[in-house]
């Protein structure tokens, strides 16, 4: 009866999975709270090469980064031990928009990404989530691909790298940013991932027109 409870319930990976969201919004907070009103300034460095390094985007960085191992962690979690449940799907697919879409708004707004990949990033999911609603509303589960998974991971690797001024490449001084080529692939396969929801459930969207 406990595990039952437990599955159905606030389970360790739905536990997690609350925790990252309110992980996410604190990151949020801290990158656009005004602390100036507040008569506090961040401490900037430089860094060998790198100079400007604000003390705000590398705590930001350190929490993404934790957020970002949770998103794994809960997930693997609930499949290995079946505590799957919709409580948690719901809540794990909140926790990343907020997470992630959040910091690539503020990043873009601060001028440490293009404006593009945000824009390319929520509309795809916009797309994606009001396909999988027409396809759960007729019963039919559509699977997530491998660009989709590629583009995860991507993302999570190039933000975090955004946070920390893409150390510890930047030291290296060859000119290429190693945490915008992490973002741009992620981009890429969001699109992709997004074609490839589309072209499996393009059927019966088409045939509710």
Do not use: H, Q
Request: hydrophobic share 55%; charged share 15%; net charge positive.
């Amino acid at each position: 009866m406990a595990k039952e409870k437990e599955k159905k319930g606030m389970n360790l990976p739905n536990k997690i999975t609350c925790a990252r969201l309110v992980l996410s919004v604190i990151v949020l907070v801290i990158m656009v709270l005004p602390w100036s009103i507040f008569n506090i300034e961040w401490p900037v460095y430089s860094v060998l090469k790198v100079e400007n390094v604000s003390l705000k985007y590398l705590v930001c960085g350190v929490l993404f980064m934790i957020g970002s191992v949770t998103d794994f962690l809960d997930g693997y979690i609930a499949r290995k031990y079946n505590l799957v449940t919709d409580f948690g799907k719901v809540m794990d697919a909140i926790a990343d928009k907020v997470l992630v879409n959040g910091v690539l708004i503020i990043l873009a707004y601060d001028k440490m990404l293009p404006l593009i990949v945000p824009v390319i990033i929520i509309t795809r999911d916009i797309v994606v989530d009001s396909i999988k609603m027409a396809s759960g509303s007729k019963g039919k589960v559509v699977a997530a691909s491998w660009p989709g998974k590629i583009k995860t991971i991507c993302m999570m690797i190039g933000v975090t790298l955004v946070f920390f001024y893409n150390m510890p490449f930047a030291f290296i001084g060859s000119g290429i940013r190693i945490d915008y080529l992490f973002v741009y692939v992620a981009t890429i396969m969001s699109i992709v991932s997004g074609c490839l929801y589309w072209n499996a459930s393009k059927d019966l969207v088409l045939s509710e027109m």
